[in-house]
């Protein structure tokens, strides 16, 4: 026969039993609602999940258990692809430029880009910037974790992600003319999916696919574009060694040794003819190439600068992507067109003042007549630019 203490003893234990098994059930419950943070090992939704699949899709179909979906950069060249000819530029009227209802601050020029960029963009925009070293390997992932979650679960998310990850990224190669060595259609959004019983999560990084590298071609590992800096940086001191004057002396010195020193490249075969390694080490390139010098010296001088992208009526007539700058000076904005300052000459002769100058500080009612800004460096993006001063630059 039990005694009283027997029976006591007996229903302790089941008592703690009893509330053991509730605390294990609420336990398991605030797991599975992911309303608290479980380390993954003692997590019974990582365990359940432990034996699901992984894969990788190019673009994203479907939604499976810790599945990784892959976005692409897209990337358009400002490539003036004519015979970078122009003494008798074809007229096409004055076009006054009506995208920009205000001045921009000379201050903002640095960042462009940037400023115009929507919050998710600029979120990606920031990381990026502040990885930019650890990328010289080439293989290097940032991770977002799970930053764009919320997005992620709206209807149309994913698109609204992926434009921001295209402008972004384009807009940080515009706003920094010194990432000749990054090629930008190599690196890609990847979104882990991980679905638990009836729980999505979005965790987002970017980067490398599958460890493969998106350095330039020409640059095979960190070592080689340290060196290719190096290079640049050592060019760079010795073009400023040879300024000399006020500011717009020291803006027509960069104009005038891009002008004599680079070559436009035709047949648009070689390396690094759209970037900064090509026009300061290589000395040929493509407007782009021409465009992305200018604003790197102005940029260590301290001289407000951008790169700006549009059409031009070449002297064929015919309309072509290019790729020019805008410079403040005294207040206003100006436009200079070194690739256009720089024409091929067949045969022999020489660049006379009138051509070498004919793009050099110009105000929108004589540039304009040529050039068309439209701020599509990737997709519809239409960014925005400074308002120009209508007339020529006078001392």
């Given at each position: 026969?039990?005694?009283?203490?027997?029976?006591?003893?007996?229903?302790?234990?089941?008592?703690?039993?009893?509330?053991?098994?509730?605390?294990?059930?609420?336990?398991?419950?605030?797991?599975?609602?992911?309303?608290?943070?479980?380390?993954?090992?003692?997590?019974v939704?990582?365990?359940?999940?432990?034996?699901?699949?992984?894969?990788?899709?190019?673009e994203?179909?479907?939604?499976?258990e810790?599945?990784?979906?892959?976005?692409?950069?897209?990337?358009?060249?400002?490539?003036?692809?004519?015979?970078?000819?122009?003494?008798?530029?074809?007229?096409?009227?004055?076009?006054?430029?009506?995208?920009?209802?205000?001045?921009?601050?000379?201050?903002?020029?640095?960042?462009?880009?940037?400023?115009?960029?929507?919050?998710?963009?600029k979120?990606?925009?920031?990381?990026?910037?502040?990885?930019?070293?650890?990328?010289?390997?080439?293989t290097?992932n940032?991770?977002?974790?799970?930053?764009?979650?919320?997005l992620?679960?709206?209807?149309?998310?994913?698109?609204?992600?992926?434009?921001?990850?295209?402008?972004?990224?384009?807009?940080?190669?515009?706003?920094?003319?010194?990432?000749?060595?990054?090629?930008?259609?190599?690196?890609?959004?990847?979104?882990?999916?991980?679905?638990?019983?009836?729980?999505?999560t979005?965790?987002?990084?970017?980067?490398?696919?599958?460890?493969?590298?998106?350095?330039?071609?020409?640059?095979?590992?960190?070592n080689?574009?340290?060196?290719?800096?190096?290079?640049?940086?050592?060019?760079?001191?010795?073009?400023?060694?040879?300024l000399?004057?006020?500011?717009?002396?020291?803006?027509?010195?960069?104009?005038?040794?891009?002008?004599?020193?680079?070559?436009?490249?035709?047949?648009?075969?070689?390396?690094?003819?759209?970037?900064?390694?090509?026009?300061?080490?290589?000395?040929?390139?493509?407007?782009?190439?021409?465009?992305r010098?200018?604003?790197?010296?102005?940029?260590?001088?301290?001289?407000?600068?951008?790169?700006?992208?549009?059409?031009?009526?070449?002297?064929?007539?015919?309309?072509?992507?290019?790729a020019?700058?805008?410079?403040?000076?005294?207040?206003?904005?100006?436009?200079?067109?070194?690739?256009?300052?720089?024409?091929?000459?067949?045969?022999?002769?020489?660049?006379?003042?009138?051509?070498?100058?004919?793009?050099?500080l110009?105000?929108?009612?004589?540039?304009?007549?040529?050039?068309?800004?439209?701020?599509?460096?990737?997709?519809?993006?239409?960014?925005?630019?400074?308002?120009?001063?209508?007339?020529?630059?006078?001392?």
């Amino acid at each position: 026969m039990k005694t009283k203490n027997q029976n006591g003893f007996f229903h302790i234990i089941a008592y703690l039993f009893i509330f053991i098994i509730f605390v294990l059930t609420v336990y398991i419950c605030l797991d599975v609602l992911n309303l608290i943070e479980v380390p993954e090992e003692y997590s019974v939704l990582h365990w359940i999940s432990e034996s699901s699949k992984e894969m990788t899709l190019e673009e994203g179909e479907g939604v499976l258990e810790n599945t990784y979906r892959k976005v692409r950069i897209e990337v358009e060249n400002a490539i003036d692809s004519s015979e970078n000819s122009h003494f008798d530029m074809t007229q096409i009227g004055n076009y006054q430029s009506s995208q920009n209802p205000s001045n921009l601050e000379a201050r903002n020029a640095d960042f462009l880009y940037y400023h115009q960029l929507d919050d998710n963009a600029k979120i990606i925009y920031q990381e990026l910037e502040k990885n930019l070293d650890n990328m010289k390997s080439g293989t290097y992932n940032i991770q977002f974790g799970k930053t764009f979650d919320d997005l992620l679960h709206q209807e149309n998310g994913e698109e609204s992600l992926n434009q921001s990850f295209q402008l972004a990224i384009n807009a940080l190669n515009f706003d920094h003319p010194d990432l000749f060595y990054l090629d930008v259609s190599k690196i890609y959004l990847l979104t882990k999916i991980t679905t638990k019983l009836w729980k999505t999560t979005y965790e987002v990084e970017i980067g490398s696919s599958q460890g493969q590298s998106y350095l330039n071609v020409a640059f095979a590992n960190e070592n080689d574009v340290n060196q290719a800096i190096n290079r640049i940086q050592a060019e760079k001191e010795n073009i400023k060694a040879t300024l000399k004057g006020d500011i717009e002396n020291q803006i027509k010195g960069v104009h005038d040794y891009l002008v004599d020193q680079l070559e436009y490249d035709s047949t648009l075969s070689k390396d690094n003819i759209y970037n900064l390694y090509g026009a300061l080490i290589n000395h040929s390139t493509v407007c782009e190439g021409y465009a992305r010098s200018f604003k790197y010296l102005m940029d260590d001088l301290g001289i407000p600068c951008l790169i700006a992208c549009g059409v031009a009526v070449n002297s064929s007539g015919e309309t072509e992507n290019h790729a020019w700058n805008y410079v403040c000076l005294n207040g206003n904005w100006y436009a200079i067109d070194v690739t256009w300052d720089d024409p091929v000459i067949v045969g022999r002769g020489y660049v006379s003042n009138s051509i070498k100058y004919k793009y050099y500080l110009k105000g929108s009612d004589e540039f304009f007549q040529n050039h068309t800004e439209d701020g599509n460096i990737v997709g519809n993006a239409n960014f925005q630019y400074p308002i120009l001063s209508k007339t020529n630059y006078e001392k």
